[in-house]
């Protein structure tokens, strides 16, 4: 009975020594803080119709109220707005808009940016298709 002690008492021991051992290893490499506002839907290569409407969803971590908006890629990388398709949307950490589309020319060079009205943090969806 002793001996099954004892024997506890060194795997004990050990396992500490080791957890201490790791714990004083290299730091883990700090993880990318996630964006403050982050748009969800739609996905970088749906489309939509032109005038008609569009599900948009994203997350929102500062509390504030965000402005959605119909953008248009310029090309140098960069956007430019057209119109503003969904004012004063929220400010929960989830939030969603049926956004109505304007009347734009057809193509596949369209995003939407959800942003805090103070312009603080916003997000760019990947390349939206707006078809006639």
Do not use: C, F
């Amino acid at each position: 009975m002793r001996t099954a002690k004892a024997k506890g008492i060194a795997v004990g021991a050990v396992t500490t020594a080791t957890a201490a051992a790791l714990a004083v290893g290299p730091a883990a490499a700090p993880s990318a803080a996630a964006p403050a506002v982050k748009v969800t839907t739609p996905a970088a290569g749906s489309s939509a119709k032109v005038a008609g409407s569009l599900l948009v969803q994203w997350s929102n971590t500062t509390g504030k109220e965000v402005d959605v908006w119909l953008s248009t890629r310029t090309p140098s990388g960069g956007h430019d707005r057209l119109s503003l398709v969904a004012p004063k949307a929220g400010s929960k950490r989830a939030g969603e808009a049926l956004a109505t589309l304007p009347t734009v020319a057809p193509g596949t060079s369209y995003t939407v940016e959800v942003t805090t009205q103070d312009g603080e943090e916003s997000d760019v969806s990947g390349p939206l298709g707006l078809i006639g």
